[in-house]
């Protein structure tokens, strides 16, 4: 694996040294290089460092410019306005670059110099529970964080803390002895729609039975201290919900092109042997103390609307356990057993002040510190085109499954429209209608700041215009099609040829992967991919429409041309996967 400095760290390292050289008294100054439209990239460090030395700005400029000499990388420099400097790099320096990217499989992005390992809590649906829109945000974006960073080199540990205990388990179970054969099922595999019709039906009935029977109702609550108490016939019958839940929950996110591990299930049940020693840890230390019969931990910053403290509950004071005490657990698994260093947590943003006040615990217990540190990637909601809360027309929550299938229908006909030349199967088409319709979900989701909420409009998503997966995916192919339109006329990158303004503004986007995946890896930003990856695909249909591939000039800048095709398309394929996203060779 060759790692390929990109020519932006080329260029800084050059004008470092060449700072260093001119002006020795400024020791190890930053440049300040950034992108820009009056030149390739512009430096205006120098404006900082000339008010330190008490100095020239464009005399201290000029004397940089001097210290660089000549170097195959840079075209020119030029000094403008108080000392600023614009610099465009050299063709040749481009196309060697890319050409180097070219030759490695993970196109020259290197491991990131301090990979650690991570735990990413995300994908957290609930037994016996439909899944609704409200989870596709974990789903989604947990899983292009751990494409995202395993892809940089870090150890990532995945964990779906599925929502697998509590009271309702004793209300469930118990009508279940009653009502022994509501989870049979006739023989053969069960499908997802199956499992969940089945737990719906018994959710409905036991509620109901629940809200009407105080005998039952005792009966349930008598269960609820026999599943806590570990009694056999009560935990198998917990495990049964379990499982059938499980068929429903992995045939969703089959659905969203997620793979799901059984180990990597770990739900509230998971940490219930730890629990008592979380607690008794957290009192022992003098963490948490007793309040009103509850074992609390309280903050001077967190207080409620009448101005008290608002303390948060590990241990209730009828001895149950809160919320608090499985996530305290949780750190402490995934500190001690797991030994990470880093714990990503993928949750709603209206869970941000728990997770302040359990990070805060733990780093109080010691279990979080300078070297093991836990973040919230908080998210948003997902709204509808009216800007509120995305729901059904009678006010219910949107199922997960009926959202996917119906971008999938829309996907479909769009693929159908798109295919003039009927070159496409039936199956075909609807192979290319799940990957443009789960793309363009997936896509619309990761476009957007998590923090952010943002509007579900399928329309919109599925749209061949403006940003979408679909502008990217159909990028994809034009490339490809072109490729297999070249027959005997290979890509091939040549340094000699001077470049149109189009090719160039190709070429150093391409150049800038490595770049934004180290920055959306440290930032767990992966919007930020997304936009690089609009912005690769704006740059190419630019370039597709200025500069002819198979009709260029020459055989030689034939080859170049179709030598960027394939580094902008192996780019996009490798973006798109990062975020979880097909690209269809044909579509």
Known sequence: MASVPSLASTVQQRLADALSAALPEAGSADPLLRRSDRADFQANGILALAKKLKGNPRELATKVVEAIGETGELKEIEVSGPGFLNITVSDAAIVQTLAARAADDRL???????????????????????????????????????????????????????????TQFGMLIQYLIEHPHELDHKGGEVSGEEAMSSLNRLYKAARVLFDSDEEFKARSRDRVVA??????????????FVD?????????????????????????????????????????????????????????????????????IVKKSNGGYGYAATDLSAIRDRVQNL??????????????????????????????????????LAFGTVLGKDGKPFKTREGETV?????????????????REKDTRNELTEDEIAERGVQVGI????????????????????????????????????????????????????PAAHPELELAPAERALGLHVDQFGETLAEVASSYEPHKLA??????????????????????????????????????????HQGMALLGIQTPERL
């Open 227 to 240: 599943l806590q108490s570990g009694d056999e016939q009560t935990r198998a019958l917990w495990q049964k």
């Open 531 to 572: 936009a690089y990856l609009y912005q690769l695909a704006s740059h190419y249909t630019t370039f597709y429409d200025q500069c002819p591939v198979l009709k260029a000039e020459t055989p030689a800048q034939i080859e170049n041309r179709l030598f960027l095709c394939d580094i902008t398309a192996r780019t996009l």
């Open 399 to 415: 199922r997960l499954v009926d959202l996917l299938d119906e971008a999938i229908e829309r996907a479909t006909a769009v693929v």
């Open 244 to 312: 059938e839940s499980k068929i429903y929950f992995y045939s969703v996110f089959d659905k969203l092109d997620m793979e799901i591990h059984d180990a990597d299930v770990v739900g509230e049940s998971g940490y219930n042997d730890m629990l008592d020693e979380t607690c008794r840890i957290l009192e022992e230390t003098g963490v948490a103390v007793r309040s009103e019969g509850a074992l609390c931990v309280f903050f001077d910053d967190v207080k409620g609307p009448d101005g008290n403290p608002t303390p948060l």
């Open 108 to 166: 020259g992005v290197p491991y990131a110099a301090d990979a650690g390992t991570t735990v990413i809590d995300y994908a957290q649906p609930n037994v016996a529970k439909e899944m609704h829109v409200g989870h596709l945000r974990s789903a989604v974006i947990g899983a292009a964080m751990v494409e995202i960073l395993e892809f940089t080199g870090e150890k990532v540990i995945r964990r779906h803390h599925i929502g697998d205990w509590g």
């Open 439 to 490: 793309g363009a979900i997936k896509y619309a989701d990761l476009s957007t700041s998590a923090v952010r909420d943002y509007k579900f409009d399928l329309d919109q998503m599925v749209s061949l215009n403006g940003d979408t997966s679909v502008y990217l995916q159909y990028a994809y192919a034009r490339i490809q099609s072109i490729l297999r339109k070249a027959g005997d006329r290979k």
């Open 339 to 376: 030994a990470a260093d880093t714990l990503v947590y993928v949750v709603d943003v209206r869970q941000s002040l728990h997770f302040k006040m359990v990070f805060e615990t733990a780093r109080r217990a010691g279990w979080l510190n300078d070297k093991v540190k836990a973040v919230q």
